[in-house]
């Protein structure tokens, strides 16, 4: 008996950072609100989040002096109504320039460990000083951003309040818009009243519900989406990288760019789905503009490759190269995806443009 | 009493973290690393194409497994020991160690634990460390922890590469793996470092040989239990 009591102790993990137990050196020190069922997360030990701090997160990422030409900001790719996404199959850089990536939504970021579709950045911090520097996005050297905001009194106080001085860094720069970023936490879809027990899905939505999360079994007729293997748990993304099948010849090599390896050829992040109905369109390349799209994609036109993922090979029937659902399978999918929309996420005040 | 003061002791090591814990004057250290092979060949992810024992040629994508419930039965009293009630996520790309457990200082015949994350520790799973949810190792579908997880790609035809995927779960596959320590000698204080070597060739030998034609797409059922016992085999001290 007692054995059972002391259960819950014993679990306790060793590879896990205690989250959120120091205190920082300036400043009111913010908590990160998160639902127990997304599980730990672990944050940088270098910077520790205050609301100061967040406040300058957020009025940096609503920043288009960020930008050569100060027409672009964080925000002007990562719209909060389309959950911080780009509802544009490409974002504008500055000079008209186009990128070559469908812009991704930013959610639940506390529980990703890469980030870009090539997952080329492994903080929030490291990845939010890449897009000002780049040349088809806002074009800048961090020497011209921090020279430009220095140059402002507004922040001169703003980053004193957050770090304890009026010299701006890039490096400040960046833990300021990670601080922020990091408290854009999704989890007032229905699916997540559904998991706190609040509501029940519709019919249809829980039958979606089975398959996305279920890897068929062709010889026992078990059947399912087999979404979840990449898409998985309660944050449906398990932030890992695949070939997905959407090409046979690769114009983006995606991860193998950055690890000069020809077993990452067309390898790109899985995302996290959440909000899935305001993030369209779809793929590193946007090149679906509906979920129909997508689940026929995978229902019946993967393309072959030397690196397409062995979970792709995987089907509701016997010995077939695609997944095989129904029609009505896919309907129930596509109702299920659709509980992942957070209208509260995508309308919060406390995201929005300061 | 002295089974329910030992876990009230053993709770407090375990819960103040064994990697940073103090080690106490009655304990000393073990480290587990896991060495991942194919016969005498390291393992390469991808690049690498091997044989199996039914002469299917395949590649590996990952290799990743739980290891848990790690015991020790004392040489003294012949009595199983708790070494530490955590589960591990060994995984070919992340993470092949398991460092410095603390663990009461004695000599040990045995070493025991388990793939996987049976029934009772799934259910009250905090989803902490390697028990969290987005590793890719929790079903949301079944509500259950894949054990052992071995994916990558067989030659269907000379020309062909179809993907496989071996994502085991189920409860009744859960494994028990026992192998001999009567060789190794704990000191006092002294970290103790078990090189385990992992013998992929061998989960395709027995006592189900696996071919892929058969075998492309296991996961619970009754391929599972089939395939499932031969994770018993592919573990062995190597010091």
């Given amino acids: ?252 090599l995606g991860v193998e760019n950055q690890s000069k390896s020809i077993y990452d050829r067309g390898v790109f992040k899985a995302p996290s789905l959440r909000n899935i109905g305001f993030t369209a369109p779809y793929m590193h390349d946007g090149r679906f503009t509906t979920l129909e799209e997508v689940l026929n994609h995978y229902n019946g036109h993967l393309k072959q490759s030397q690196t397409l993922d062995p979970l792709m090979f995987v089907s509701n029937e016997l010995g077939a190269k695609t997944l095989k659902l129904t029609e009505n399978e896919k309907k129930d999918i596509i109702q299920f995806l659709n509980t992942l929309n957070d209208t509260i996420f995508v309308t919060n005040p406390k995201f929005s443009k300061p | 009493m002295k089974l329910i003061l030992f876990s009230f002791i053993t709770s407090f090591v375990f819960y103040s973290c064994s990697k940073d814990a103090e080690i106490k004057p009655d304990e000393t250290m073990l480290s587990l690393h896991f060495k991942h092979f194919m016969g005498n060949d390291s393992l390469k992810l991808k690049s690498t194409y091997y044989q199996n024992a039914a002469k299917d040629s395949f590649s590996v994508s990952s290799f990743r497994y739980f290891v848990g419930k790690i015991k020790g039965k004392s040489s003294q009293n012949k009595q199983w020991i708790t070494l530490s009630n955590n589960y591990f996520l060994i995984d070919e790309e992340f993470n092949k160690e398991i460092s410095a457990l603390n663990i009461p200082f004695q000599q040990y015949d045995s070493l025991l634990f388990e793939v996987g994350v049976d029934s009772v520790n799934t259910y009250q799973s905090d989803f902490k460390g390697d028990l969290s949810q987005s590793t890719g190792m929790y079903w949301e579908w079944n509500k259950m922890y894949i054990h052992f997880m071995l994916d990558g790609y067989y030659k269907q035809t000379s020309t062909y590469s179809r993907g496989y995927v071996f994502h085991l779960s189920g409860f009744e596959n859960v494994q028990k793996v026992k192998l001999s320590m009567s060789d190794i000698v704990f000191a006092k204080n002294k970290l103790t470092t078990l090189n385990l070597k992992v013998d992929i060739l061998k989960y395709f030998e027995k006592p189900q040989l696996i071919d892929f034609n058969t075998y492309n797409n296991v996961t619970t059922g009754k391929q599972a239990q089939e395939v499932a016992p031969n994770l018993k085999s592919i573990f062995s001290i190597v010091n």
């Fill in chain 1, 1 to 252: 008996m007692i054995k059972y009591l002391l259960f819950p102790f014993l679990l306790f993990s060793c590879n896990t950072q205690v989250k959120d137990n120091l205190a920082p050196e300036i400043g009111k020190k913010y908590t990160y609100n998160t639902p127990s069922y997304f599980g730990d997360y672990l944050l940088p030990t270098n910077n520790i989040a205050t609301e100061e701090g967040i406040e300058l997160g957020r009025k940096l990422f609503y920043e288009p002096l960020l930008s050569a030409d100060n027409s672009i900001s964080c925000a002007s790719c990562h719209i909060q109504s389309a959950a911080f996404s780009d509802p544009g199959k490409f974002s504008d850089g500055v000079n008209g320039k186009l990128g070559t990536r469908n812009s991704m939504s930013l959610a639940n970021l506390l529980w990703q460990k890469k980030f870009f579709w090539d997952g080329r950045a492994s903080s929030l911090e490291q990845q939010a000083l890449m897009p000002i520097q780049h040349p088809d996005e806002m074009n800048q050297t961090l020497a011209q951003t921090v020279s430009k905001l220095q140059s402002s009194v507004v922040y001169s106080s703003l980053f004193k309040n957050a770090f304890g001085s009026e010299v701006i860094t890039a490096e400040n720069i960046a833990k300021a818009i990670a601080q922020f970023e990091r408290t854009l936490i999704s989890s007032n879809s229905k699916f997540d009243q559904f998991l706190r027990g609040e509501i029940q899905l519709s019919a249809s939505e829980e039958r979606g519900r089975q398959l996305f999360f279920t890897h068929p079994i062709a010889e026992s007729g078990l059947r399912g989406g087999n979404c979840g293997d990449c898409h998985g748990g309660n944050l449906v993304g398990n932030g890992s990288f695949h070939n997905n099948g959407l090409d046979s010849i690769f114009s983006d």
